[in-house]
């Protein structure tokens, strides 16, 4: 500590700024309905705050990892936190996007729209703090209280407007698959630190992340392992099945809130999964990669189907956002698989395809759930079968999110296309892998991995051309008006950094070699850097390669000529005419394709995975209705059969619990008779 | 050293005792300002037993030690050492909510009300402290009279049965320990102090008919399953105070009885039979948890919550770690708190509304915010969710249990689950939602005699939620040598 105090390290600067956050929460407390002073002051001092977290964790990139003991937690343990590599690039993603969605919230904010400003001020400010918290912990009790205080955080911010009863059912099953999930990862962290050998211990602080470098737990343990982990950031991140919290909680948030938890909060999950299956668990399988991977590919496919046919604005992004986690599993799934055949620079690649995907999604996801938010505000309608046209009224909105909506759908030059890129380029190298059927199937799933991007295009187009386009389908769209300033700078800011993720990869990836030299050993940063900062070429000049910049120009120039040649040789000569009209003159929003009709096909090809209710009009109906109710299978399969169960258990139970006090001695009776019987044998 | 910081506890509240049943009943308002200066300056005799307490040492402090029935060996004798002086300092603290907690609601027979709650604080901190099992004994039923008193008078309607059950299974139980008591007796030779009896050798067979005797004695009174049936009925028809004492402070005699006698007299049976406690345990945790789900009355959920919390603690008893045990020490002290808090809550909105129906409530947030806050908070710390006391003891447990097998941790992990389900959707149909009817509409707010009681409680919470270091450096090193001793075998 005397050193600490004599020249800061960085961790030490990192664990003021996010004291800082604790006290702007606080902060808010002093007056919770003073708007002016919790929304125009308090947010973009936290905004400032994300900044400079963003930035000192952007300069600990690659440095030698940093240590600190706090005196807080249990006896014998005390709090330990570490900064490497990992949690300094988790960090930048954190305070970078943090700062955009403080700023907007500080726009967004309103009276009267469920809890107080001030207690969602000091919510907020929790929730940011104990993800940083979460990225720091390096032993197993202060990262179990960061992850629930994250959870509890953010479960009262989805809940800011309990009255709606939705919104409160959406809430608890939140919660619960949280807590349920919290536990896989805390069983996790018991097998962890016991190895092979749960018994020989060293009292508390064989809890230390520390202490789990050094164990090499035997197959067995460290298969339970993995698997615990993989349960339990499973729930958080939202992988099929435990995905079913995501499309409710994440609508039911305030739209800031949505875009913290989807684009930081879930990245959480995936930094908590390849902390312990790369860092902490020293034996690693090559099989749990193929698993992983067939469950990523799973949750892709889908989370994108059913994001495709989505009426609900941000239903539609939160079943998108399930598809990028599956995306990213199915990037750690190669990238296992690759270490386990100890072919590291495959592996880095593939997990540099997910680190530049977490960065991606963080960006562009946060820019789309902003956009709901405005469009919100806007209209009060987040259903997209009300909405159309809003282009015209709210261009800043609309322009702006055309970029995220590229980004996601995966489009070059924009950042979506660069990991998305990166991870089929990994594919393309299994089948160098020593194993006969592996080599073999693995690539049939870069056909998966192909088809979900394409119906993630689909789903973006959908998103964009029915919010943005067209004419609008309800009449007081019309006094929909655009985003606030604050909100129009925070857009502005994430879709820059979309674009700039996407012209310069090159650095990016030179950033993450660092990550990838943690946690397997090699990185890409010496074979791009040789490339020159302008040719992405992640294996060798004469695989794959990728000139961002080139290809921006090119988009422009290509752009710019045909909108001149439409313009020199097409305009000037359209006839207007009224001829046979064909329905071109009368045109009414009603002729427009519905959310429902653009769907179909989806629905259509797709239909085993859905569950629908379909309620069609009959010939003689004096006023037809269409309606179509799509849900999720797993719901009935899973989840209500295992909520019936309890339901059954506590009946049988309550049948036991006769309250009479001569059943009850029988009861205790009996029990010493059968204890007894058991003492003797 | 001499001191008389143990007496004191236990006889200052017994005589302010006297003095409010003396004041009778013409003139309540004496009678309340008297109990609470009696139950603060009880409290405020117990604080030198912190504040002096060696923490490098686990003999015991504050010794007093005076004959009494010469003929029989029996002593007045007193101690406490790093595990009990803590439930003497709960359990004072507790008395002064208790008086402030029945203020205004108790109307009738306030003077024996009161004298009651201060009768029985003494009586407990005696079982806390004392050395001598007669002694023991002695305090352990004399408690009973007073709890049986204050539920069969100031209960709900079906009181007497209540009362009665209560008091049956208790002194069933602690029938056989009598026996244990008298066996131990003769067997070292003409002695009752505890500690002479902590190193006395014993075959195994002895060892296991003891440790059976004094579990079905303690047992009762933790309760285990299935000796628990009294504990839900008991708790719904005491007064608000009775219930906070009966969770807070006397579930924790069994366990504590535990500690004192099962584990350091019969070490060898601990071990042989720890299979079977760790099974009764977790039967508890997960049948209790089940059958806390689907009631329908607030006060029987929050009992049924208790038996499966003290399942945890027995639980750490029996894993013979530092962890588990320190962990279920922690959830006892956290427990004492949060249960007390939780009835306490329950107690709030039943003053006003005469029910302790969960479908009668709904939307109890909009008219008393201050009270969901606080409701809120005692909640989560039910669940066992961080930042409050109840996760630390849980999480302690749970990793110890670990520690001890795999698979028992990951069966005690996944009942967390039961217990935030319960308490939470009881939380969410109580609190959350649009006002459910008039009566909940014409609610009012926590008034400053209830805030003080909740903040009180709520600081608890939260310092042993953030901050365990000041509870469990006491327990540190008197927790240690108790599984040292347990550890090495004492068979003859």
Known sequence: ?681 | MSSHLLSLAIWVPIAGALVVLATGERNTNLSRWLALVTAILGFLVTLPLYSGFDHTTSDMQFSEALPWIQRFNIGYLLGVDGISVLFILLNSFITILVVIAGWKVIEEKVAQYMAAFLIMSGLMNGIFSALDAVLFYVFFEASLIPMYLIIGVWGGPNRVYAAFKFFLYTLLGSLLMLVALIYLFFESGGSFSILEWHALPLGMTAQILLFLAFLIAFAVKVPMWPVHTWLPDAHVEAPTGGSVVLAAIMLKLGAYGFLRFSLPIAPDASHELSGMMITLSLIAVVYIGFVALVQADMKKLVAYSSISHMGFVTLGFFIFNQLGLEGALVQMISHGFVSAAMFLCIGVVYDRMHSRQIADYGGVVNTMPKYAAFFMLFSMANAGLPATSGFVGEFMVVLGAVKYNFWIGFAAATTLILGAAYTLWMYKRVVFGAVANKHVAELTDLSSRELLVMAALAVCVLWMGLYPFPVTDVMHVSVDHLLKHVAASKLL
């Open chain 1, 1 to 681: 500590m005397q050193d600490a105090l004599a020249a800061p390290l960085a961790i030490d600067w990192l664990l003021a700024l996010v004291l800082c956050w604790l006290l702007l929460g606080l902060a808010g407390m002093v007056a919770q309905r003073n708007l002016r002073y919790v929304a125009r002051t308090l947010f973009p001092l936290g905004a400032a705050v994300g900044l400079a977290i963003a930035g000192v964790a952007f300069a600990a990139l690659g440095e030698v990892p940093e240590t600190v003991v706090l005196p807080l937690g249990l006896p014998d343990l005390p709090f330990h936190l570490r900064l490497d590599s990992l949690s300094a690039l988790f960090l930048v993603i954190l305070g970078g996007i943090a700062a955009g969605i403080s700023i907007y919230a500080a726009g967004y904010l309103r009276k009267g729209e469920g809890t107080a400003p001030g207690l969602q001020c000091l919510q907020y400010h929790i929730f940011l703090a104990s993800m940083a918290l979460v990225l720091l912990a390096d032993d197993a009790y202060a990262f179990m209280v960061a992850w629930e205080l994250m959870a509890l955080s953010s479960f009262f911010l989805v809940t800011s407007d309990h009255r709606n009863p939705e919104i409160r059912r959406a809430g608890y099953l939140y919660l619960l698959i949280a807590h349920i999930g919290a536990i896989g990862i805390l069983l996790s962290f018991g097998v962890l630190q016991g190895g092979n050998d749960m018994a020989a211990s060293n009292g508390v602080s064989d809890y230390t992340f520390a202490h789990m470098r050094m164990m090499h737990p035997d197959g067995f343990w460290a298969t339970a392992a993995f698997g615990l982990a993989l349960f339990g950031f499973g729930a958080k991140a939202g992988l099929v099945p435990l995905h079913v919290w995501l499309p409710e909680a994440h609508p039911a948030a305030p739209s800031p809130v949505s875009a913290m938890m989807s684009a930081v909060m879930l990245k959480t999950a995936i930094y908590g999964f390849l902390r312990v299956s790369f860092d902490l668990l020293q034996t690693r399988l090559w099989w749990w990669g193929v698993v992983v991977l067939m469950l990523g590919l799973f949750t892709a496919l889908f989370g994108v189907i059913f994001s495709a046919v989505q009426t609900d604005m941000k239903r539609l992004l939160a079943y998108s956002s399930i598809e990028n986690i599956g995306l990213l599993f199915v990037g750690i799934g190669l990238a296992l698989t690759f270490d386990g055949f100890d072919m590291t620079i495959l592996a880095a690649l593939a997990l540099t395809a997910v680190l530049y995907h977490c960065l991606n999604h963080a960006a562009f996801k946060s820019l789309l759930f902003l956009a709901t938010g405005a469009v919100l505000h806007a209209t009060k309608e987040r259903s997209l079968g009300k909405l159309g046209g809003l282009i015209h009224k709210m261009p800043w909105v609309a322009w702006l999110s055309l970029l995220g909506v590229l980004a996601s759908a995966g489009l070059p030059p924009l950042n979506g296309f660069v990991s998305e890129w990166l991870l089929l380029q990994s594919f393309l190298f299994t089948p160098g892998l020593p194993h006969g059927y592996i080599n073999m199937l693995i690539p049939v799933a870069a056909a998966a991995v192909a088809l979900t991007a394409a119906i993630a295009g689909y789903a973006m187009v959908k998103f964009f051309g029915i919010i943005f386009l067209g004419q609008p389908r309800e009449e007081r769209l019309a006094e929909a008006h655009d985003a606030g300033l604050l909100e129009r700078i925070a857009m502005i800011w994430l879709g820059g950094l979309c674009v700039a993720l996407g012209i310069f990869p090159v650095f990016v990836i030179e950033q993450l070699d660092a990550v990838t030299q943690l946690l397997v050993g090699t990185g890409l940063g010496a074979a791009v850097r040789s490339g020159g900062w302008l040719l992405l070429a992640p294996v060798s000049e004469n695989r794959a390669s990728y000139e961002p910049l080139v290809f921006l120009l090119v988009i422009l120039a290509v752009g710019a000529a045909t909108f001149m040649l439409v313009r020199r040789f097409w305009h000037g000569r359209v006839r207007i005419t009224g001829a046979w009209d064909c329905g071109w003159t009368l045109q009414s929003a009603r002729m427009q394709d519905t959310s429902e009709g653009f769907g179909q096909p989806l629905r259509q090809v797709f239909s085993p995975f859905y569950r629908m209710t379909r309620e069609e009009p009959g010939s003689f109906d004096k006023a037809p209705r269409y309606s179509i109710v799509v849900e999720d299978h797993f719901w009935y399969w899973l989840y209500l059969p295992v909520a019936r169960a309890a339901d059954m258990g506590t009946r049988m139970v309550a049948f036991l619990q006769q309250g009479r006090i001569s059943v009850y001695l029988l009861y205790s009776f009996v029990t010493l008779i059968v204890l007894l019987f058991l003492i003797r044998g």
